[in-house]
């Protein structure tokens, strides 16, 4: 359905239902920016797993190890 279509369709609905699309849509474009700036987090819940006496090398070793 091209926009032109569906403006058309969307004028000739009563007042009310034109409210509910457009509430509807405005709740999916909420939900789209919530899901993406969810995305652009960075946390460091797995710096407390570190083992404190464990050296960048050791560290290194350890990644290449499970590879």
């Given amino acids: 359905m ?3 279509t569906f403006l058309n369709r ?3 609905l ?3 239902i034109q409210r509910q ?3 509807l849509a ?3 474009i909420r939900q789209n920016v919530k899901k ?3 995305k652009r987090v ?3 819940d797995w710096e407390s797993t570190l083992n404190k006496d464990q050296s960048a090398v050791d560290l290194q ?4 190890s499970w590879r």
Wanted: aromatic share 12%; hydrophobic share 30%; glycine share 0%.
């Fill in 61 to 64: 070793h350890e990644a290449n």
């Fill in 26 to 28: 405005e709740n999916l």
């Fill in 14 to 16: 009563p007042k009310k």
């Fill in 42 to 44: 960075f946390s460091f």
């Fill in 36 to 38: 993406q700036q969810k």
């Fill in 10 to 12: 969307f004028e000739s």
């Fill in 2 to 4: 091209d926009v032109t």
């Fill in 21 to 23: 699309i457009v509430d």
